[in-house]
């Protein structure tokens, strides 16, 4: 393999170990290297690999080995079925940790989980759908750490702290719906000098209920008569409906109690956005609010406001791209770890 390959990506696969015998005809790093090939252009599915890697064999000969020429799609299969996920995961993560950053500010990490809905053995028991927790970074659009879990989204509560710790959190800001909402989490990133911004909903009681009471009663009250705060509001159309939202940040803090500040590190404000939506076509409107705690310091409504629109970059920019353009969800790849190293790819 000449310089120029082994140069990129490939060095940080360079310890990934290889879970076949010694004996073998492929080497791993070529069958790595056809795989992210094939599935970047469009390959669904190790057949679909295979045949991506035989038309263009002659291509790949310039800086591959290939002594055994083009692997079948069982090699494929039975290489990534069995390839350690976590070893795999932090070759990746290696990998983007060493990706120039996109932008001059403070990057952005949205965590988040998605299932493979296909990915079951029988269809009588679902039980083994791999699901996915995913740190996504909308600044340059790459998942910088993946962590699998099982089909049960309670266990997203474990498998977070573990993709956390995974991450270089210095300067960033994460952001993570309400399951994600634990003191675990808050005291991780407080301590890897992040910030956080944490959907705060009824799974968090206690919380939920003296933050909304606290935010309810200031924005009733005529808009904060008397606490520091900063509100800011935007508007957006599209698809036949105009949406206004409207952000308030307090860092008055204390109104919460000491008890809670003491149970949640770091926490410096706290924010309420509301969205009102108004379909053009029957006229109706609805209102939603929803809540949220951070360690930010301050009253900067439209950073917070940035903060947590940025968040379902995850949704939009990842999750709907696997399901789309990758058709994600319909892959019946399911041996062992196939379809956790697959979903990587």
């Not at 170990?17 to 795989?35: E, G, M, Q, S």
């Not at 935007?234 to 105009?242: F, L």
Request: hydrophobic share 45%; proline share 3%.
């Amino acid at each position: 393999m000449d310089g120029q390959a082994t140069g990129g990506i490939l060095r940080f696969f360079r310890d990934l170990p290889d879970p076949r015998a010694h004996n073998v005809i492929h080497k791993l790093h070529d069958i790595i290297v056809i795989a992210v090939c094939a599935v970047i252009c469009g390959a669904d599915g190790w057949a679909e690999v295979a045949e991506f890697g035989g038309s263009k064999q002659a291509w790949f000969g310039t800086f591959l080995d290939l002594p055994g020429g083009i692997p079948s799609h069982d090699t494929f299969g039975r290489v990534f079925a069995r390839l350690a996920p976590d070893a795999f995961e932090r070759c990746f993560t290696a990998w983007t940790a060493a990706l120039p950053a996109a932008s001059g500010g403070a990057k952005l990490i949205a965590i988040d989980g998605k299932s493979i809905r296909r990915s079951f053995e029988h269809a009588w028991d679902k039980s083994g759908m791999a699901h996915l927790v995913s740190a996504f970074v909308d600044a340059n659009h790459v998942v910088f750490g993946q962590v699998a879990v099982a089909a049960d989204k309670g266990s997203e509560i474990e498998a977070i702290p573990q993709l956390l710790a995974l991450l270089d959190l210095a300067g960033a800001t994460v952001t993570v719906d309400a399951i994600g909402c634990q003191t675990e989490v808050a005291r991780q990133v407080v301590e890897a000098e992040g910030d956080y911004v944490l959907a705060v909903k009824e799974n968090q009681p206690t919380l939920h209920r003296k933050v909304k009471a606290l935010l309810d009663e200031a924005i009733l009250d005529g808009g904060f008569e008397g606490v520091r705060h900063g509100t800011v509001e935007c508007t957006d159309g599209g698809h036949g409906r105009v949406e206004t939202r409207r952000v308030w940040v307090t860092d008055e803090v204390h109104w919460l109690g000491d008890d809670l500040l003491a149970r949640w590190p770091g926490l410096g404000s706290v924010a309420a956005v509301e969205c009102r939506r108004e379909d053009l076509g029957t006229g109706k409107t609805s209102t939603e609010r929803r809540y949220f705690i951070s360690s930010r310091k301050g009253t900067d409504a439209a950073a917070m406001a940035r903060a947590v629109r940025g968040h379902w970059a995850v949704e939009n920019r990842l999750h709907w791209q696997l399901d789309v353009s990758f058709n994600e969800d319909q892959r019946r790849i399911r041996k062992d770890h196939g379809a956790e190293n697959f979903s990587r790819l």
